[in-house]
């Protein structure tokens, strides 16, 4: 059948991860910790992030995870926050992060757009922030469907908010491709059984660490017209 709607992923798809996230998470951090040292590493270390480095670990919850699951984990290491306490720090450091396209954003949709592909944006962070960043790159209103975490359809690597997408456009998952950076993205294309995996280099994850799951794997999203033909 006929691939008539895409769902992309955010953070490592559309955008370079570590540019945005890797500041994201000292500043959060560095707010947890309170000026300790000892508690910063905790909390890193919980979380996959190797603060020597300045980089994420395979597995990485940041990289992974929902943002609900890992305030979790770190408010279970923080005796004098609860779940809200460590969303509100969380959420304060979102504003702060530079949004750096692996690519120009706004020609790629565009132009999908115009053939008339159905768009949708699944992410694991918060949908405030994920239609601030579309907005920021004037393609928000490009987008049929947006979803985080927070949206109320379930995270990836679950169904959920492909199976969403899918009922908010009138299409089958057998007309929809799901594109992403990450096992998770990837997983919940597998999940929902669309015909298309395409995976992307702009994350962490290399070639190996997603090939089994993906259909193809690009450099970027800016191959996917060629791929889609």
């Not at 490592?12 to 890797?22: D, I, K, P, R, S």
């Not at 660490?209 to 690009?218: G, N, R, T």
């Amino acid at each position: 059948m006929t691939i008539k709607g895409l769902v992309f992923d955010k953070d490592g798809t559309l955008f370079h991860y570590g540019a945005t996230w890797l500041i994201w998470c000292d500043l959060v951090l560095e707010d947890l910790s309170q000026g300790d040292p000892e508690k910063k590493k905790e909390l890193a270390d919980a979380v996959g992030f190797d603060l020597e480095n300045n980089s994420f670990l395979p597995g990485s919850l940041i990289v992974n995870a929902s943002a609900g699951e890992i305030n979790g984990v770190w408010a279970s290491l923080l005796p004098d926050f609860s779940d809200s306490d460590v969303d509100a720090v969380a959420v304060k450091h979102l504003g702060s992060l530079p949004s750096v396209p692996v690519c120009d954003l706004k020609e790629l949709f565009s132009a999908l757009r115009g053939q008339g592909y159905a768009l949708g944006l699944v992410t694991n962070d918060y949908e405030e922030g994920a239609y601030q960043q579309l907005k920021q790159e004037g393609i928000a209103d490009l987008f049929d469907f947006v979803a985080g975490f927070d949206s109320g359809h379930g995270v990836k690597p679950g169904a959920g908010p492909l199976l969403a997408f899918g009922a908010a456009t009138g299409l089958t998952m057998a007309q929809v491709a799901m594109v992403g950076d990450s096992t998770h993205d990837l997983g919940a294309g597998r999940a929902a059984k669309v015909a298309m995996n395409i995976g992307v280099l702009t994350g962490p994850a290399e070639t190996d660490d997603i090939a089994h799951l993906a259909d193809v794997v690009l450099q970027d999203i800016s191959g996917i017209a060629a791929v889609l033909r």
